[in-house]
Protein backbone atom coordinates (compact mmCIF):
# COMPACT_ATOMS: atom_id res chain seq x y z
CA UNK A 1 0.00 0.00 0.00
CA UNK A 2 1.71 3.31 -1.05
CA UNK A 3 2.06 5.91 1.15
CA UNK A 4 -0.33 8.94 2.27
CA UNK A 5 0.57 12.24 1.09
CA UNK A 6 1.39 14.77 2.93
CA UNK A 7 -1.10 17.45 4.16
CA UNK A 8 1.21 20.00 2.61
CA UNK A 9 0.86 18.09 -0.76
CA UNK A 10 -2.57 20.76 -1.54
CA UNK A 11 -0.54 23.86 -1.57
CA UNK A 12 1.62 22.03 -4.61
CA UNK A 13 1.40 21.09 -7.87
CA UNK A 14 2.91 17.28 -8.64
CA UNK A 15 5.88 17.94 -11.63
CA UNK A 16 8.35 15.42 -13.16
CA UNK A 17 9.59 12.57 -11.53
CA UNK A 18 12.88 13.86 -10.03
CA UNK A 19 14.63 10.58 -9.09
CA UNK A 20 13.28 6.78 -8.42
CA UNK A 21 11.22 7.54 -5.53
CA UNK A 22 9.94 10.85 -5.80
CA UNK A 23 8.10 13.71 -8.03
CA UNK A 24 9.20 17.34 -8.42
CA UNK A 25 6.65 19.72 -6.42
CA UNK A 26 5.69 23.03 -7.92
CA UNK A 27 4.45 25.60 -5.75
CA UNK A 28 1.18 26.80 -6.38
CA UNK A 29 1.81 30.48 -5.45
CA UNK A 30 4.52 30.71 -7.15
CA UNK A 31 2.56 28.94 -10.59
CA UNK A 32 -0.35 32.09 -9.90
CA UNK A 33 2.24 34.90 -11.01
CA UNK A 34 3.38 33.14 -14.03
CA UNK A 35 -0.89 33.03 -15.09
CA UNK A 36 -1.76 34.77 -18.25
CA UNK A 37 -3.63 37.90 -17.73
CA UNK A 38 -7.36 36.46 -18.68
CA UNK A 39 -6.48 33.23 -18.00
CA UNK A 40 -9.51 31.46 -16.10
CA UNK A 41 -8.63 28.73 -13.72
CA UNK A 42 -11.40 26.65 -12.03
CA UNK A 43 -11.55 25.82 -8.31
CA UNK A 44 -12.55 23.08 -6.15
CA UNK A 45 -15.38 23.44 -2.59
CA UNK A 46 -12.31 24.32 -0.67
CA UNK A 47 -10.81 27.19 -2.90
CA UNK A 48 -7.96 25.36 -4.48
CA UNK A 49 -7.28 24.94 -8.09
CA UNK A 50 -8.95 21.81 -9.82
CA UNK A 51 -6.33 20.04 -12.22
CA UNK A 52 -4.03 22.47 -13.55
CA UNK A 53 -1.60 19.90 -15.61
CA UNK A 54 -3.21 20.02 -19.03
CA UNK A 55 -3.20 24.04 -18.86
CA UNK A 56 0.05 25.10 -21.74
CA UNK A 57 1.12 28.09 -19.38
CA UNK A 58 1.19 25.75 -16.62
CA UNK A 59 3.48 23.22 -17.94
CA UNK A 60 5.87 25.70 -19.79
CA UNK A 61 5.91 27.51 -15.66
CA UNK A 62 7.18 23.86 -14.57
CA UNK A 63 9.57 23.13 -17.48
CA UNK A 64 11.33 26.39 -15.86
CA UNK A 65 11.27 24.74 -12.39
CA UNK A 66 8.77 28.00 -11.24
CA UNK A 67 8.85 27.18 -7.29
CA UNK A 68 10.32 24.26 -8.11
CA UNK A 69 11.23 21.76 -5.01
CA UNK A 70 11.92 18.12 -4.05
CA UNK A 71 8.49 16.46 -3.15
CA UNK A 72 9.20 15.66 0.15
CA UNK A 73 7.14 17.45 2.90
CA UNK A 74 10.60 18.95 4.89
CA UNK A 75 11.46 20.73 1.44
CA UNK A 76 8.08 21.91 0.67
CA UNK A 77 7.59 23.30 4.28
CA UNK A 78 11.37 25.09 4.43
CA UNK A 79 10.37 26.47 1.07
CA UNK A 80 7.08 27.71 2.01
CA UNK A 81 8.45 28.94 5.54
CA UNK A 82 12.00 29.65 4.64
CA UNK A 83 14.98 27.74 5.42
CA UNK A 84 15.47 28.58 9.27
CA UNK A 85 13.36 30.91 8.80
CA UNK A 86 15.21 32.63 6.00
CA UNK A 87 13.85 33.55 2.56
CA UNK A 88 10.17 32.11 2.80
CA UNK A 89 8.37 32.23 -0.50
CA UNK A 90 6.36 35.59 -1.16
CA UNK A 91 3.50 34.07 -2.69
CA UNK A 92 1.99 31.58 -0.56
CA UNK A 93 -1.16 31.49 0.80
CA UNK A 94 -1.73 32.83 4.38
CA UNK A 95 -3.49 29.15 4.62
CA UNK A 96 -0.18 27.50 3.59
CA UNK A 97 2.17 29.11 6.14
CA UNK A 98 -0.48 28.13 8.61
CA UNK A 99 -0.58 24.40 7.88
CA UNK A 100 3.40 24.49 7.24
CA UNK A 101 4.29 25.51 10.73
CA UNK A 102 1.70 22.96 11.97
CA UNK A 103 3.62 20.24 10.93
CA UNK A 104 6.73 22.15 11.64
CA UNK A 105 5.44 21.66 15.49
CA UNK A 106 4.00 18.63 15.16
CA UNK A 107 7.60 17.01 13.97
CA UNK A 108 9.11 18.94 17.13
CA UNK A 109 6.57 17.32 19.53
CA UNK A 110 7.25 13.70 18.23
CA UNK A 111 10.70 14.40 18.07
CA UNK A 112 10.66 15.41 21.74
CA UNK A 113 7.94 12.89 22.68
CA UNK A 114 10.36 9.92 21.47
CA UNK A 115 13.25 11.07 23.31
CA UNK A 116 11.26 11.41 26.43
CA UNK A 117 10.28 7.07 25.52
CA UNK A 118 13.66 6.62 25.08
CA UNK A 119 14.75 7.98 28.31
CA UNK A 120 11.98 5.95 29.75
CA UNK A 121 13.50 2.89 28.34
CA UNK A 122 16.84 3.54 29.81
CA UNK A 123 15.70 3.92 33.38
CA UNK A 124 14.61 0.03 32.92
CA UNK A 125 17.00 -1.10 31.81
CA UNK A 126 20.41 1.69 32.49
CA UNK A 127 22.75 -1.13 33.42
CA UNK A 128 22.39 -2.91 29.78
CA UNK A 129 22.22 0.05 28.08
CA UNK A 130 25.47 1.47 29.57
CA UNK A 131 27.30 -1.28 28.94
CA UNK A 132 26.45 -1.24 25.31
CA UNK A 133 27.42 2.00 24.85
CA UNK A 134 30.84 1.72 26.52
CA UNK A 135 31.43 -1.52 24.25
CA UNK A 136 30.44 0.48 21.56
CA UNK A 137 32.71 3.44 22.21
CA UNK A 138 35.36 1.36 22.92
CA UNK A 139 35.34 -0.43 19.65
CA UNK A 140 35.43 3.42 18.11
CA UNK A 141 38.67 4.22 16.43
CA UNK A 142 40.60 7.43 17.65
CA UNK A 143 40.41 10.65 15.68
CA UNK A 144 43.70 12.37 15.04
CA UNK A 145 42.81 15.94 16.07
CA UNK A 146 44.11 18.33 13.54
CA UNK A 147 43.79 22.03 14.02
CA UNK A 148 44.49 24.76 11.43
CA UNK A 149 46.59 27.60 12.14
CA UNK A 150 45.11 31.57 12.13
CA UNK A 151 44.37 32.20 8.29
CA UNK A 152 45.68 35.89 8.10
CA UNK A 153 47.43 36.73 5.04
CA UNK A 154 50.72 37.79 4.44
CA UNK A 155 51.83 41.23 2.51
CA UNK A 156 54.20 41.36 -0.24
CA UNK A 157 57.02 42.71 2.36
CA UNK A 158 56.72 39.60 4.23
CA UNK A 159 56.31 37.23 1.34
CA UNK A 160 59.70 39.12 0.64
CA UNK A 161 60.95 38.28 3.35
CA UNK A 162 60.02 34.83 4.87
CA UNK A 163 61.35 33.63 1.22
CA UNK A 164 64.52 35.10 1.63
CA UNK A 165 65.14 33.27 5.05
CA UNK A 166 63.69 29.56 3.29
CA UNK A 167 67.11 30.46 1.75
CA UNK A 168 68.98 31.15 4.22
CA UNK A 169 67.45 28.62 6.35
CA UNK A 170 68.09 25.91 3.42
CA UNK A 171 71.91 26.77 3.20
CA UNK A 172 72.66 27.19 6.68
CA UNK A 173 71.30 23.85 7.76
CA UNK A 174 72.80 22.00 5.27
CA UNK A 175 68.69 20.72 3.44
CA UNK A 176 68.23 19.38 -0.12
CA UNK A 177 66.41 22.22 -2.17
CA UNK A 178 63.44 19.84 -2.49
CA UNK A 179 62.83 20.08 1.14
CA UNK A 180 60.71 23.10 0.80
CA UNK A 181 58.10 20.84 -1.36
CA UNK A 182 57.90 17.58 1.30
CA UNK A 183 53.99 17.71 2.02
CA UNK A 184 55.29 16.87 6.01
CA UNK A 185 57.25 20.29 5.83
CA UNK A 186 54.09 21.75 4.10
CA UNK A 187 51.67 20.66 6.48
CA UNK A 188 54.10 21.80 9.51
CA UNK A 189 54.23 25.22 8.55
CA UNK A 190 50.52 25.11 7.53
CA UNK A 191 49.49 24.56 11.54
CA UNK A 192 51.09 27.67 12.50
CA UNK A 193 49.30 29.55 10.14
CA UNK A 194 46.87 28.71 7.40
CA UNK A 195 48.02 30.74 4.33
CA UNK A 196 51.40 29.79 4.57
CA UNK A 197 51.67 28.10 1.57
CA UNK A 198 50.34 31.16 -0.30
CA UNK A 199 54.73 32.53 0.84
CA UNK A 200 56.47 28.87 1.09
CA UNK A 201 58.97 29.01 -2.11
CA UNK A 202 58.92 26.09 -4.45
CA UNK A 203 62.16 24.11 -5.23
CA UNK A 204 63.00 26.13 -8.55
CA UNK A 205 62.47 29.14 -6.64
CA UNK A 206 65.11 28.32 -4.16
CA UNK A 207 67.59 27.15 -6.29
CA UNK A 208 67.26 29.51 -9.03
CA UNK A 209 65.73 32.82 -8.38
CA UNK A 210 66.04 33.45 -4.84
CA UNK A 211 69.79 32.16 -4.82
CA UNK A 212 71.08 34.18 -7.98
CA UNK A 213 69.46 37.46 -5.88
CA UNK A 214 71.32 36.25 -2.80
CA UNK A 215 74.47 36.14 -4.81
CA UNK A 216 73.90 38.99 -6.44
CA UNK A 217 73.29 41.09 -2.70
CA UNK A 218 76.16 39.19 -0.95
CA UNK A 219 78.83 40.49 -4.01
CA UNK A 220 77.48 43.72 -4.05
CA UNK A 221 78.26 43.99 -0.19
CA UNK A 222 81.71 42.54 -0.75
CA UNK A 223 82.28 44.88 -3.38
CA UNK A 224 81.80 47.91 -1.39
CA UNK A 225 83.34 46.61 1.48
CA UNK A 226 86.97 44.97 -0.24
CA UNK A 227 87.53 48.27 -2.70
CA UNK A 228 90.52 49.82 -2.46
CA UNK A 229 91.64 47.17 0.18
CA UNK A 230 95.03 45.40 0.27
CA UNK A 231 94.77 41.74 -0.50
CA UNK A 232 95.95 38.37 -0.66
CA UNK A 233 94.88 36.30 -3.54
CA UNK A 234 95.13 32.34 -2.47
CA UNK A 235 94.06 29.46 -4.66
CA UNK A 236 94.01 25.96 -4.24
CA UNK A 237 91.51 22.82 -6.03
CA UNK A 238 89.62 20.05 -4.61
CA UNK A 239 87.44 17.22 -6.09
CA UNK A 240 83.70 17.64 -5.54
CA UNK A 241 81.38 13.90 -5.15
CA UNK A 242 81.03 14.31 -8.84
CA UNK A 243 85.17 14.06 -9.50
CA UNK A 244 85.01 17.41 -11.18
CA UNK A 245 88.16 19.60 -10.17
CA UNK A 246 87.04 22.30 -8.47
CA UNK A 247 89.41 25.65 -8.77
CA UNK A 248 88.54 27.99 -5.88
CA UNK A 249 89.76 31.70 -4.97
CA UNK A 250 89.85 33.28 -1.88
CA UNK A 251 90.69 36.84 -0.70
CA UNK A 252 92.38 37.74 2.54
CA UNK A 253 91.46 41.10 3.97
CA UNK A 254 92.74 42.34 7.63
CA UNK A 255 93.08 38.59 8.58
CA UNK A 256 89.69 37.79 7.25
CA UNK A 257 89.10 35.49 3.85
CA UNK A 258 86.46 35.83 1.72
CA UNK A 259 85.28 33.41 -1.18
CA UNK A 260 84.97 35.10 -4.40
CA UNK A 261 85.12 32.27 -7.10
CA UNK A 262 85.08 28.48 -7.86
CA UNK A 263 86.06 27.29 -11.15
CA UNK A 264 85.54 24.39 -13.24
CA UNK A 265 89.07 23.04 -14.07
CA UNK A 266 88.15 19.69 -15.32
CA UNK A 267 89.97 20.31 -18.55
CA UNK A 268 92.69 22.87 -17.24
CA UNK A 269 96.61 21.98 -17.68
CA UNK A 270 98.10 21.86 -14.63
CA UNK A 271 102.18 22.67 -15.95
CA UNK A 272 103.89 25.72 -14.67
CA UNK A 273 102.93 28.35 -17.82
CA UNK A 274 99.38 27.16 -17.67
CA UNK A 275 99.48 28.34 -13.89
CA UNK A 276 100.94 31.40 -14.37
CA UNK A 277 98.84 32.51 -16.86
CA UNK A 278 95.44 31.43 -14.66
CA UNK A 279 97.05 32.68 -11.36
CA UNK A 280 97.35 36.17 -13.66
CA UNK A 281 93.62 36.13 -14.99
CA UNK A 282 92.53 35.28 -11.09
CA UNK A 283 94.58 38.52 -10.12
CA UNK A 284 93.06 40.56 -12.78
CA UNK A 285 89.83 39.38 -12.41
CA UNK A 286 89.58 40.48 -8.52
CA UNK A 287 91.04 43.58 -9.12
CA UNK A 288 88.64 44.44 -11.31
CA UNK A 289 85.14 43.32 -10.18
CA UNK A 290 85.96 43.74 -6.49
CA UNK A 291 88.52 46.64 -6.79
CA UNK A 292 91.08 45.61 -4.62
CA UNK A 293 94.98 45.97 -4.87
CA UNK A 294 96.41 42.43 -4.81
CA UNK A 295 99.89 42.67 -2.53
CA UNK A 296 100.53 39.00 -2.83
CA UNK A 297 99.57 35.26 -4.26
CA UNK A 298 99.64 32.44 -2.09
CA UNK A 299 99.17 28.47 -3.48
CA UNK A 300 100.38 25.63 -2.78
CA UNK A 301 104.26 24.95 -3.01
CA UNK A 302 104.36 21.78 -5.58
CA UNK A 303 104.33 20.89 -9.14
CA UNK A 304 102.85 23.42 -11.46
CA UNK A 305 101.45 25.15 -8.53
CA UNK A 306 105.11 26.14 -7.38
CA UNK A 307 106.71 27.12 -10.64
CA UNK A 308 102.96 29.43 -11.96
CA UNK A 309 103.65 31.05 -8.62
CA UNK A 310 107.04 31.73 -9.40
CA UNK A 311 106.43 33.11 -12.42
CA UNK A 312 103.72 35.56 -11.79
CA UNK A 313 106.40 37.07 -9.20
CA UNK A 314 108.71 36.96 -11.70
CA UNK A 315 106.23 38.62 -13.98
CA UNK A 316 104.81 40.90 -11.93
CA UNK A 317 107.49 41.94 -9.43
CA UNK A 318 105.72 44.36 -6.73
CA UNK A 319 103.85 41.09 -5.73
CA UNK A 320 104.71 38.62 -2.92
CA UNK A 321 104.90 35.32 -3.14
CA UNK A 322 104.96 33.24 -0.43
CA UNK A 323 104.04 29.38 -0.62
CA UNK A 324 101.34 27.78 1.81
CA UNK A 325 103.18 28.07 5.15
CA UNK A 326 100.64 25.00 6.66
CA UNK A 327 101.17 23.26 3.11
CA UNK A 328 104.82 23.07 4.06
CA UNK A 329 104.27 21.75 7.34
CA UNK A 330 102.00 19.26 6.19
CA UNK A 331 104.49 18.52 3.61
CA UNK A 332 106.89 18.34 6.54
CA UNK A 333 105.00 15.62 8.16
CA UNK A 334 105.96 13.31 4.81
CA UNK A 335 109.46 13.90 4.95
CA UNK A 336 109.69 12.98 8.32
CA UNK A 337 108.07 9.61 7.82
CA UNK A 338 110.46 8.98 4.59
CA UNK A 339 113.52 10.06 6.39
CA UNK A 340 112.87 8.39 10.04
CA UNK A 341 112.44 4.49 8.79
CA UNK A 342 111.81 3.81 12.47
CA UNK A 343 109.27 6.44 12.73
CA UNK A 344 107.58 5.21 9.46
CA UNK A 345 107.74 1.06 10.77
CA UNK A 346 106.24 2.27 13.90
CA UNK A 347 103.29 4.46 12.42
CA UNK A 348 102.22 1.37 10.18
CA UNK A 349 101.73 -1.13 12.96
CA UNK A 350 99.87 2.07 14.72
CA UNK A 351 97.63 2.36 11.77
CA UNK A 352 97.49 -1.30 11.18
CA UNK A 353 96.62 -2.35 14.76
CA UNK A 354 93.96 1.00 14.96
CA UNK A 355 92.50 -0.68 11.43
CA UNK A 356 92.36 -4.40 13.16
CA UNK A 357 90.64 -2.92 16.51
CA UNK A 358 87.59 -1.15 13.86
CA UNK A 359 87.06 -3.48 11.38
CA UNK A 360 85.97 -6.25 13.97
CA UNK A 361 83.48 -5.25 15.92
CA UNK A 362 83.27 -8.06 18.90
CA UNK A 363 86.98 -7.04 19.42
CA UNK A 364 86.11 -2.97 19.83
CA UNK A 365 83.33 -3.91 21.95
CA UNK A 366 85.32 -5.72 24.27
CA UNK A 367 87.75 -3.06 24.68
CA UNK A 368 84.75 -0.37 24.84
CA UNK A 369 84.02 -1.94 27.43
CA UNK A 370 86.99 -2.39 29.40
CA UNK A 371 87.35 1.64 29.21
CA UNK A 372 83.77 2.09 30.14
CA UNK A 373 84.24 0.12 33.35
CA UNK A 374 87.29 1.92 34.35
CA UNK A 375 87.13 5.65 33.52
CA UNK A 376 82.96 5.65 32.89
CA UNK A 377 83.20 6.80 29.16
CA UNK A 378 84.26 5.58 26.02
CA UNK A 379 87.04 7.17 23.38
CA UNK A 380 86.72 6.29 20.23
CA UNK A 381 89.61 5.24 17.82
CA UNK A 382 90.90 7.62 15.61
CA UNK A 383 91.95 6.84 11.66
CA UNK A 384 95.21 8.53 10.16
CA UNK A 385 95.81 9.88 6.47
CA UNK A 386 98.18 11.75 5.22
CA UNK A 387 95.79 13.85 3.16
CA UNK A 388 93.82 15.09 6.09
CA UNK A 389 96.35 17.85 8.25
CA UNK A 390 97.63 16.64 12.03
CA UNK A 391 95.53 13.16 12.12
CA UNK A 392 98.99 11.07 12.46
CA UNK A 393 99.52 12.95 15.77
CA UNK A 394 95.96 13.09 16.84
CA UNK A 395 95.11 9.31 15.88
CA UNK A 396 98.41 8.09 18.03
CA UNK A 397 98.51 10.14 20.74
CA UNK A 398 94.49 8.91 21.22
CA UNK A 399 96.11 5.54 20.94
CA UNK A 400 98.54 6.27 23.80
CA UNK A 401 95.44 7.47 25.55
CA UNK A 402 93.92 3.73 25.36
CA UNK A 403 96.99 1.98 25.76
CA UNK A 404 95.94 0.92 29.76
CA UNK A 405 92.30 -0.57 28.37
CA UNK A 406 93.84 -2.79 25.42
CA UNK A 407 96.65 -3.72 27.71
CA UNK A 408 94.20 -4.84 30.57
CA UNK A 409 92.00 -6.75 27.94
CA UNK A 410 94.70 -8.39 26.17
CA UNK A 411 95.93 -9.51 30.01
CA UNK A 412 92.98 -10.51 31.59
CA UNK A 413 90.75 -11.80 28.17
CA UNK A 414 93.09 -12.90 25.29
CA UNK A 415 90.90 -16.27 24.79
CA UNK A 416 88.07 -13.88 24.46
CA UNK A 417 89.63 -11.59 22.20
CA UNK A 418 90.52 -14.21 19.88
CA UNK A 419 87.38 -16.29 20.23
CA UNK A 420 85.76 -13.20 19.30
CA UNK A 421 87.73 -12.40 15.57
CA UNK A 422 87.03 -16.14 15.08
CA UNK A 423 83.46 -16.04 15.65
CA UNK A 424 81.45 -18.96 13.74
CA UNK A 425 84.20 -19.36 11.14
CA UNK A 426 83.82 -23.46 9.85
CA UNK A 427 86.79 -23.47 7.84
CA UNK A 428 89.89 -25.01 9.52
CA UNK A 429 92.42 -22.31 6.78
CA UNK A 430 90.24 -19.50 7.47
CA UNK A 431 90.00 -20.24 11.15
CA UNK A 432 93.82 -20.66 11.58
CA UNK A 433 94.36 -17.18 9.94
CA UNK A 434 91.70 -15.78 11.96
CA UNK A 435 93.32 -16.75 15.19
CA UNK A 436 97.34 -15.65 13.70
CA UNK A 437 95.99 -12.40 13.10
CA UNK A 438 94.32 -12.25 16.67
CA UNK A 439 97.61 -13.47 18.50
CA UNK A 440 99.82 -11.12 16.18
CA UNK A 441 97.90 -7.83 17.37
CA UNK A 442 97.44 -8.81 21.17
CA UNK A 443 101.25 -9.31 21.27
CA UNK A 444 101.76 -5.98 19.56
CA UNK A 445 99.02 -4.33 22.42
CA UNK A 446 101.78 -6.44 25.20
CA UNK A 447 104.96 -4.97 23.30
CA UNK A 448 106.59 -2.38 25.57
CA UNK A 449 109.10 -1.37 22.70
CA UNK A 450 106.04 -1.23 20.07
CA UNK A 451 104.61 1.92 22.65
CA UNK A 452 108.09 3.58 23.45
CA UNK A 453 108.45 4.15 19.44
CA UNK A 454 105.01 5.39 19.10
CA UNK A 455 105.55 7.63 22.38
CA UNK A 456 108.46 9.31 20.32
CA UNK A 457 106.89 9.08 17.23
CA UNK A 458 103.83 11.61 18.93
CA UNK A 459 106.92 13.02 20.83
CA UNK A 460 108.25 14.17 17.15
CA UNK A 461 104.84 14.88 15.51
CA UNK A 462 104.08 17.07 17.65
CA UNK A 463 105.68 20.69 17.52
CA UNK A 464 105.17 20.12 13.79
CA UNK A 465 101.52 19.90 14.29
CA UNK A 466 102.01 23.21 16.60
CA UNK A 467 103.71 24.83 13.48
CA UNK A 468 100.60 23.74 11.11
CA UNK A 469 98.16 24.75 13.68
CA UNK A 470 99.01 28.10 14.07
CA UNK A 471 99.94 28.69 10.66
CA UNK A 472 96.52 27.34 9.53
CA UNK A 473 95.01 30.80 11.04
CA UNK A 474 94.37 33.69 8.43
CA UNK A 475 95.95 36.23 11.09
CA UNK A 476 99.36 34.33 9.82
CA UNK A 477 101.92 37.16 8.89
CA UNK A 478 105.25 36.72 6.75
CA UNK A 479 107.79 37.49 8.66
CA UNK A 480 110.30 39.57 5.94
CA UNK A 481 109.64 42.60 4.02
CA UNK A 482 110.86 43.00 0.12
CA UNK A 483 111.02 46.86 -1.10
CA UNK A 484 109.63 45.70 -4.72
CA UNK A 485 106.20 45.67 -3.37
CA UNK A 486 106.07 49.36 -4.04
CA UNK A 487 107.05 49.00 -7.64
CA UNK A 488 104.03 48.02 -9.35
CA UNK A 489 103.64 50.38 -12.10
CA UNK A 490 100.37 52.14 -13.26
CA UNK A 491 97.95 50.59 -15.51
CA UNK A 492 97.70 53.29 -17.90
CA UNK A 493 100.81 54.12 -20.25
CA UNK A 494 102.86 57.16 -19.32
CA UNK A 495 104.57 60.05 -21.14
CA UNK A 496 108.23 60.39 -20.79
CA UNK A 497 107.35 63.56 -18.25
CA UNK A 498 104.98 61.57 -16.68
CA UNK A 499 107.62 58.54 -16.34
CA UNK A 500 110.23 61.18 -14.74
CA UNK A 501 108.07 62.42 -12.20
CA UNK A 502 106.88 58.83 -11.13
CA UNK A 503 110.23 58.05 -10.45
CA UNK A 504 110.74 61.15 -8.49
CA UNK A 505 107.77 60.51 -6.51
CA UNK A 506 109.04 57.07 -5.54
CA UNK A 507 112.49 57.84 -4.46
CA UNK A 508 110.74 61.10 -2.42
CA UNK A 509 108.76 57.83 -1.14
CA UNK A 510 111.19 55.65 -0.14
CA UNK A 511 113.45 58.00 1.43
CA UNK A 512 110.30 59.27 3.19
CA UNK A 513 109.55 55.60 4.52
CA UNK A 514 113.59 54.73 5.40
CA UNK A 515 113.50 57.97 7.70
CA UNK A 516 110.33 57.31 9.09
CA UNK A 517 111.75 53.79 10.12
CA UNK A 518 115.07 55.01 11.58
CA UNK A 519 112.41 57.57 13.64
CA UNK A 520 110.42 53.98 14.46
CA UNK A 521 113.85 52.08 15.42
CA UNK A 522 115.60 55.45 17.49
CA UNK A 523 112.11 56.07 19.10
CA UNK A 524 112.20 59.77 17.46
CA UNK A 525 110.30 62.22 15.99
CA UNK A 526 106.66 61.51 16.24
CA UNK A 527 107.98 57.82 17.77
CA UNK A 528 109.32 60.21 20.98
CA UNK A 529 106.09 59.40 22.74
CA UNK A 530 105.22 56.05 22.04
CA UNK A 531 107.63 54.65 24.51
CA UNK A 532 105.84 56.16 27.11
CA UNK A 533 102.22 55.85 26.17
CA UNK A 534 102.82 52.35 24.42
CA UNK A 535 101.46 50.40 27.83
CA UNK A 536 98.43 52.59 28.20
CA UNK A 537 97.42 52.14 24.57
CA UNK A 538 98.03 48.08 24.99
CA UNK A 539 95.33 48.53 27.92
CA UNK A 540 93.39 49.97 25.76
CA UNK A 541 93.60 48.53 22.08
CA UNK A 542 94.84 45.49 22.91
CA UNK A 543 98.38 43.96 21.50
CA UNK A 544 97.11 44.18 17.64
CA UNK A 545 99.92 46.34 15.39
CA UNK A 546 96.99 47.22 12.95
CA UNK A 547 95.15 49.35 15.49
CA UNK A 548 99.41 51.10 16.46
CA UNK A 549 99.39 51.63 12.82
CA UNK A 550 96.92 52.62 11.95
CA UNK A 551 96.70 55.48 14.28
CA UNK A 552 99.60 56.47 12.68
CA UNK A 553 98.38 57.02 9.58
CA UNK A 554 96.94 61.00 9.61
CA UNK A 555 100.82 61.85 10.63
CA UNK A 556 101.89 63.00 6.84
CA UNK A 557 105.71 62.22 7.87
CA UNK A 558 105.26 58.81 8.47
CA UNK A 559 101.95 58.24 6.91
CA UNK A 560 103.44 55.88 4.05
CA UNK A 561 104.88 53.33 6.43
CA UNK A 562 102.09 53.02 8.46
CA UNK A 563 100.18 52.10 4.95
CA UNK A 564 102.98 49.97 3.96
CA UNK A 565 103.07 48.28 7.83
CA UNK A 566 99.47 47.83 7.67
CA UNK A 567 100.11 46.01 4.39
CA UNK A 568 102.26 43.04 5.04
CA UNK A 569 100.45 43.35 8.45
CA UNK A 570 97.38 42.16 6.40
CA UNK A 571 99.15 39.15 4.13
CA UNK A 572 97.90 35.85 5.27
CA UNK A 573 100.29 33.23 3.80
CA UNK A 574 98.38 30.18 4.20
CA UNK A 575 95.10 28.34 2.38
CA UNK A 576 93.71 27.49 5.16
CA UNK A 577 90.02 29.60 4.11
CA UNK A 578 90.02 27.95 1.39
CA UNK A 579 90.04 24.97 2.84
CA UNK A 580 87.49 25.23 5.07
CA UNK A 581 85.25 26.40 2.01
CA UNK A 582 86.18 23.34 0.31
CA UNK A 583 85.52 21.02 3.86
CA UNK A 584 81.65 23.12 3.53
CA UNK A 585 80.59 22.32 0.02
CA UNK A 586 81.76 18.56 0.67
CA UNK A 587 79.04 18.25 2.70
CA UNK A 588 76.57 20.63 1.31
CA UNK A 589 73.31 19.07 -0.47
CA UNK A 590 72.77 21.78 -3.06
Same mark, same amino acid.
Request: proline share 4%; net charge neutral.
Given at each position: ??????????????????????????????????? +???????????????????????? *????????????????????????? @??? +???????????????????????????????????? *?????????????????????????? &??? +?????????????????????? =???????????????????????????????????????????????????? !???????????????????????????? @?????????????????????????? #?? &?? /??????????? #???????????????????????????????????????????????????? *?????????????????????????????????????????????????????????????????????????????????????????????????????????????????????????????????? +????????????? /??? !????????????????? /?????????????? @?????? *??????????????? =?????????????????????????????? #???????????????
Amino acid at each position: MPPTKSEVWQFFLPGAKQNGSHLRAHCLGCLEKCR +PNGEVVELDGHGFPKSLSSDSWVK *EACNDDIGGVLGVKESMIAHILGKN @GVN +PCPNTSTQARKMAKALKEGRRKRSKDEVSENQSDDE *EGRKPKKLLTKVETSMKQSQLKVFHG &INV +PFTPEQEEIIQKQFLCATISAN =LPFQWVEDPEVLKLFLLFRSTAGDVIPSRKQVSGQLLDQANDMVTDQLKTFL !RGKYAVLTSDGWKDESRNAVTGVNLSVN @GKTYLVDLILANAHKKDGDAMCRAFE #AM &ID /KAEEVYGVYIV #ALCCDNNGGSQRGRKNVVLNRQWLFGPPCCAHQFQLTVGDYFVENKEAAMAA *EKATDLIGWILNHGLVRSIFNNSQLKNSGKVLMFLVANMTRWNTHFVAFDRLQDLKPSLQLEVLTRRNDIIAAQVGAEKNQRKKKKLMDDAIKHCDLIEDGGFWRELKAVVNDLEPICFGLNMNQTDLVR +PDQTYRRVRSRPP /KDP !RTDIEEEKYEEEKLRKE /KEVSEAFFSYLSGR @GPFEDW *EKNKKTFQEVNGNDP =LAMWTAFLPVASIAELADFAMLLLGISVNQ #AGLERNFSDLKIKKI
